[in-house]
């Protein structure tokens, strides 16, 4: 894979509870360079769009535990799209999840995706789920028309493995995030059927790419 092929797929991110508007331009300043998209904190995604418009443009929703109220996360997903953005990671409800209540789950999805026009892409946090909740949580997504399943937010324990994105592949298109942090690493998510990936390593994994 080529190194422009590659930053097309790379969702350069800054994510972090001390973020500020200028870490925020920098990621984008970044993104602009090497032709990457950029994941940003919600509260500045209308500043982002201002200052980079030709970068896409994601944020997230209900993060990064996924507790918030269904009304919450809709309203916010609205938000966020009035102010410019692209695309939406929404985290889901994984304590509905684990208690077995899936319908809540899929119908927590489907109120996000069916209040925005643009992709929504689902953080189930893998980390955190068994196998058979893995597949439940994938299963709920798609029947909820997201456009991706992500594996994690970044602030559990664990990231994205091979061993997930190869499951998680069989029911949408993946965007692995957490821990993926060199071309090879990046590389390897691709060969296990990645899409896209989340990063605060994007340029890093981008460079490390051949230029032809």
């Given at each position: 894979m080529n190194r422009d092929d590659l930053a097309a797929r790379i969702d350069h991110t800054v994510l972090g509870p001390?973020?500020?508007l200028a870490d925020v331009q920098s990621i984008l300043d970044d993104a602009d360079e090497w032709g990457m998209n950029a994941c940003i904190p919600p509260c500045y995604v209308a500043e982002a769009s201002e200052y980079a418009p030709d970068v896409l443009?994601?944020?997230v929703v209900g993060f990064p535990h996924g507790q918030n109220t269904t009304v919450a996360k809709r309203e916010?997903?609205?938000?966020a799209w009035q102010a410019g953005a692209d695309e939406l990671d929404m985290v889901i409800n994984i304590g509905r999840l684990k208690a077995g209540d899936d319908e809540a789950v899929t119908e927590d999805i489907s109120e996000v995706v069916a209040a925005v026009p643009i992709p929504v892409k689902v953080i189930i946090e893998t980390a955190l789920?068994?196998?058979e909740e893995k597949h439940r949580a994938c299963e709920a997504a798609a029947e909820a028309d997201a456009a991706f399943v992500k594996t994690s937010t970044g602030f559990a324990d664990?990231?994205?493995t091979v061993e997930d994105v190869e499951l998680m592949a069989e029911y949408l298109?993946?965007?692995a995030s957490g821990g993926v942090g060199s071309y090879d690493e990046a590389l390897a998510m691709f060969e296990a059927g990645a899409e896209r990936i989340g990063a605060s390593s994007g340029v890093e994994i981008v460079s490390g790419a051949p230029e032809a």
């Open positions: 001390e973020t500020t443009l994601a944020t916010e997903a609205v938000d789920l068994t196998e664990g990231g994205a298109p993946v965007k």
